[in-house]
């Protein structure tokens, strides 16, 4: 497993359509929303759109 070893304590973990999902925690003070698309039954494909406060020209 890739995360195997791996300091996860700063992450938040969300939970979503069975899948296990460590949000960082600079994403979470830089992103206003975060939307997760989740899709397949044997292969899982995540779609990730991230909405930033000050929109996507913002360098912060």
Known sequence: M???GK???PYR???QDG????V???LMGYAQ???LDVRGSVRKK???DIHH???PGCNH
Do not use: C, F, T
């Open 53 to 55: 406060e000050h929109g």
């Open 13 to 15: 973990v969300v939970r």
């Open 33 to 35: 929303s975060v939307q």
């Open 19 to 22: 899948v296990k999902i460590h």
């Open 7 to 9: 300091n996860l304590a």
């Open 24 to 26: 960082a925690p600079n």
């Open 2 to 4: 890739h995360l195997k």
């Open 46 to 48: 995540i779609d990730i």
